[in-house]
Every structure is written in structure tokens, then in C-alpha cells.
């Protein structure tokens, strides 16, 4: 343990900013991964039914479950994160998602 005197508690400070770096990789990744499902879901919502085998009848359908993960990720990512005003992000998050300012 060290002390806030000592020369390297800096060190501990700064090992806790990584950690929360790290955490906003996952995010990322997260959000990345989303928008690529979501996407392909959609491309493959748009092409006709007879051209879609049953991989692509099952991405067109995933469409439905990934948009709104998508849209509802800063809600699940406060909620994961204990946030204490998880109920007025939720909120921002419903009414004003569609905007800019959500």
C-alpha cells in the first residue's frame, strides 16, 4: 500500500486510468460490433425474400434485436457502470436518442 506521500503513488493513480481506458475499448468494441450487426441486418432486410437463404432470413430478423441494443447502449452501459442517475440517462436516452442532443 502506498501512502500519499510517497513517490510513486502516482503510479496507482494512473494503473486506475488504464483500467478505465480498458473499459473504454470494451465500449467501443461494443458499439462497434452493434452498428455491424445492425447494418448487415438491414442490408439484409432490403434484399428480396427469395434471394435470402436461411442465414439471411435469421440476420434480416436480428435486425429488430440489435437496433434497439444499439440505441439503448448508453442506458445499459450506465446501468453496468452503477451509475447513480441511471433513470434520467434512460430518460435522455428514450426521448432524445433520435436527436443530436441525446
Same mark, same amino acid.
Given at each position: 500500500? #502506498?501512502?500519499a506521500?510517497h513517490? *510513486?503513488a502516482?503510479? @496507482?493513480?494512473y494503473?486506475?486510468?488504464?483500467? &478505465?481506458?480498458?473499459?473504454?475499448?470494451?465500449v #467501443?468494441?461494443?458499439?462497434?460490433? *452493434?452498428m455491424?450487426? @445492425?447494418?448487415?441486418g438491414?442490408?439484409?432486410g &432490403?434484399t428480396p425474400e427469395?434471394?435470402l437463404n436461411g442465414?439471411?432470413?435469421?440476420?434480416?430478423?436480428?435486425?429488430?434485436f440489435?437496433?434497439p441494443?444499439l440505441y439503448?447502449?448508453?442506458?445499459y452501459?450506465?446501468?453496468?457502470?452503477?451509475?447513480?442517475?441511471?433513470?434520467?440517462?434512460?430518460?435522455v436516452?428514450?426521448?432524445?436518442?433520435?436527436?443530436?442532443?441525446g
Amino acid at each position: 500500500m #502506498l501512502l500519499a506521500g510517497h513517490p *510513486l503513488a502516482h503510479c @496507482v493513480t494512473y494503473n486506475n486510468y488504464k483500467i &478505465t481506458t480498458k473499459g473504454d475499448a470494451v465500449v #467501443l468494441v461494443r458499439v462497434l460490433v *452493434l452498428m455491424f450487426l @445492425v447494418a448487415y441486418g438491414f442490408a439484409m432486410g &432490403t434484399t428480396p425474400e427469395y434471394q435470402l437463404n436461411g442465414f439471411g432470413k435469421l440476420m434480416s430478423i436480428s435486425f429488430f434485436f440489435t437496433a434497439p441494443a444499439l440505441y439503448f447502449l448508453p442506458t445499459y452501459e450506465a446501468w453496468k457502470n452503477q451509475q447513480p442517475n441511471v433513470n434520467a440517462i434512460a430518460l435522455v436516452n428514450i426521448f432524445l436518442g433520435w436527436s443530436i442532443l441525446g
